[in-house]
Each structure stands twice: as structure tokens, then as C-alpha cells.
């Protein structure tokens, strides 16, 4: 495991059409998709069909993923990130749960999904979220603090 940020990408006042290059390696590209605008706050997407593509990279095993979200309205399942290798193949996502603001933390293993649902996004307001697995211990924290583990989960296939 490592104890430094491998890759960063800072969407404060990006160009609305512009790819973004992580700000660590400077070697991965995040390239909208479908329209998401740019402000100084950072990316808007839309909720619908909006994303970000980002290119290959090795990831797996211990890790954790910090983001600051910002939802206006709460759609089904509406991804912060969702990385995997395809639909359904070893995924790591962060949602809305359904559409209820509870944060949705889930690790697909294979086959085996292991989730985290826990507190809730604030609306309209930018959160704080940091997700982590390690061995079988997923957390959520949210503005610092933990407001959620869970014991029994398990890391993603490194890919």
C-alpha cells in the first residue's frame, strides 16, 4: 500500500469541452463526455448521461478515493466515479443510494459485490468524501469524520 495520493485531478476552472490531465503523474487524461460544463467551482455533469473517461491505468488492492460532490437533485444511482472494467467486471463506485441521498460505497470482487451504505450526501452543499478498503475493512468518512465500516468487505481485483 501507499501512503501518497497516486493521481489527482483538480476541475476548478477546467475548459467546458477540455480534457483534464491527472496533476501527480501527469500521465492520465480525464475527457468529458456528453457535455459536462466547467466553472470555477469544478465539472457539472447533468445526471443523465454526463462523464468522465479516464484513461487505462493500473488499480486495485488498498486504496482509498477522495472526492468533493455536489448533487442538486438525487437520481437513481447517480455516480460520483464507477471504475471497473467493464460493466458489471470489477468495479469500485460511489453513489446516491436508489434515489435517497445515503452514500452508496461498493466494491465488485469478481462477481461478489460488497457494499457500504452509509450517512447522506447534503444537497446543494459540496460534501467531503473519502472511501477506503483495506484487507476487508471499507469506510466511509465524510467532512473528516468516519461515518462508516464495515468489516467484512473485501479489495478489487488490481487490474
Known amino acids: 500500500p501507499h501512503n501518497t495520493a497516486h493521481h489527482f485531478w483538480d476541475f476548478r476552472g477546467c475548459t467546458t469541452g477540455g480534457g483534464v490531465t491527472d496533476s501527480i503523474a501527469g500521465d492520465l487524461v480525464a475527457t ?6 466547467c466553472s470555477d467551482d469544478g465539472i457539472a455533469l447533468d445526471g443523465n448521461d ?4 479516464i484513461d487505462d491505468w493500473e ?5 482509498s478515493i477522495e472526492v468533493y460532490v455536489k448533487y442538486d437533485t438525487f437520481n437513481r444511482f ?12 470489477d468495479n469500485v463506485l ?24 452509509t450517512s447522506n450526501f447534503d444537497s446543494a452543499t459540496w460534501t467531503h468524501v473519502v472511501v477506503s478498503i483495506k484487507d476487508t475493512t471499507m469506510k466511509v468518512y465524510k467532512n473528516g469524520v468516519v461515518v462508516g465500516t464495515k468489516t467484512n468487505g473485501h479489495e478489487p481485483n488490481v487490474l
Open 59 to 63: 488499480w486495485g488492492g488498498a486504496m
Open 94 to 117: 460511489l453513489t446516491n443510494q436508489g434515489t435517497t441521498s445515503r452514500i452508496h460505497w461498493g466494491v465488485l470482487q469478481g462477481s461478489t459485490w460488497n457494499y457500504l451504505t
Open 50 to 53: 454526463d462523464y468522465l473517461d
Open 32 to 37: 468529458p463526455v456528453n457535455g459536462p460544463t
Open 78 to 89: 447517480s455516480r460520483v466515479f464507477d471504475f471497473g472494467s467493464g460493466v458489471q467486471s
